[in-house]
C-alpha cells in the first residue's frame, strides 16, 4: 500500500503559480485537498476546484487514477500535486495533510470525500465491511480534519479570502435510515453530527464547515456490486458526480459573511 510520501518526488506546487488561471478566479492563490479522489465526486471535485484557480492535492489508494486526473487538469491549465495513501489507518491520513501543505505551502480548503458502502442485513454482513465503513467514512474524516485545522486557522487568518472551508461528503443515507443500509448511515449520521459540532467550534475564527448529503449519483461507489440494478430509478435520472462537485463549490465560493452550513442534494425523480 503507497503513502503519501510517494508523492515528494513530484515538487512543489504553489498556490496560483498557474499563470493561465483568470485573474478573476475565486480561488486563486488557494489550495485545496481532495480525498477519494481518484473517481466520481472527488475527481469532479478537484476539476471543479482547479478551474475555479485553486491548486489542488488529490489522495487516494489508486495512483494511476490519480495521475489521470492530474494530467488532465494540467493540460487545462491547472495545478494538480498527486498523493498517495490508504486513509484508513490514521498515520497515512496526517501525512496526507502535511504532505499537502508541503507541496501547496498552504491549505485553504479540505472536502473530505474518500467513502466505502456494503449493503445488506445485518445478521449475513461481514464486520470487516463494518470497519471499512467506520475506517473510511468516519475516523478518516477525524483524522483529516483535525490535522487540517491548524492550517485552515492560518488560512483563514492570512488569506485574501478571509476564510477557509472543510467541506465534508455524507449522503442523504445520513438523514434517512432504511434496512440493509444500517452500519453506512450510522458512520454518515456521525460525520453529520461532528460537522455540527466542529463548525461551532472554529466558525467564529473564520473557517466555515459545510456538509453535502447527495442522494443517488452515479459513481462507482454507488452503482457497483448490483446497486443499481436494485434501485427503481432509471440510470439517466441519477444525479451525476459534476453536480455534486457544483455544490461543493458554490459552498466555498460563498463571500466570507456567509456560510452554507448544510446542502441535501437529491435526484428530482428520487422520493425517499
Known amino acids: ?52 484557480g485553486a491548486a489542488v492535492a488529490v489522495v487516494a ?7 489521470e486526473l492530474a494530467a488532465g487538469i494540467r493540460d487545462q491549465g491547472g495545478s494538480c500535486a498527486v498523493l498517495t495513501a490508504d486513509l484508513r489507518d490514521a498515520a497515512q491520513a496526517r501525512r496526507a495533510v502535511e504532505e499537502a501543505v508541503g ?3 498552504r491549505l485553504d480548503v479540505l472536502v473530505n470525500n474518500a467513502g466505502y458502502v456494503a449493503m445488506g442485513p ?29 492550517h485552515l486557522l492560518r488560512a483563514a487568518e492570512d ?29 454518515k449520521h456521525a460525520v453529520g453530527a461532528f460537522s455540527e459540532g466542529m463548525r461551532q467550534e472554529v466558525t467564529g475564527r473564520g473557517v466555515r464547515v459545510g456538509l453535502i448529503e447527495p442522494g443517488l449519483t452515479m459513481t462507482e461507489m454507488a452503482t457497483g456490486g448490483g446497486r443499481l440494478a436494485a434501485r427503481a430509478m432509471p440510470e439517466d435520472a441519477w444525479l451525476r ?14 463571500p466570507p459573511h456567509a456560510a452554507i452550513n448544510e446542502i441535501m442534494m437529491r435526484p428530482t425523480a428520487q422520493e425517499h
Not at 445478521?123 to 463494518?130: F, K, L, T, V, Y
Not at 485574501?160 to 444500517?182: E, F, I, P, Q
Open 1 to 52: 500500500m503507497g503513502t503519501a510520501e510517494q508523492g515528494a518526488e513530484q515538487g512543489g506546487v504553489s498556490p496560483g503559480a498557474d499563470a493561465e488561471a483568470p485573474p478573476d478566479a475565486p480561488l486563486s492563490g488557494c489550495a485545496a485537498l481532495v480525498t477519494g479522489a481518484s473517481s466520481g465526486i472527488g475527481a469532479a471535485t478537484a476539476r471543479e476546484l482547479a478551474r475555479l
Open 61 to 67: 489508494r489508486r495512483t494511476e487514477r490519480l495521475e
Open 241 to 254: 458526480a459534476e453536480d455534486i462537485a457544483r455544490a461543493i463549490t458554490f459552498m466555498i465560493t460563498q
Open 103 to 105: 507541496r501547496l505551502a
Open 159 to 187: 488569506g485574501t479570502r478571509g476564510v477557509a472551508d472543510l467541506v465534508n461528503v455524507s449522503s442523504v443515507a445520513g438523514r434517512v435510515v432504511r434496512r440493509n443500509n444500517v452500519v453506512y448511515s450510522a458512520t
Open 122 to 150: 445485518i445478521e449475513e454482513s461481514d464486520p470487516a465491511d463494518w470497519e471499512r465503513m467506520v475506517g473510511l467514512n468516519l475516523d478518516a474524516v477525524l483524522q483529516m480534519s483535525r490535522s487540517a485545522l491548524p
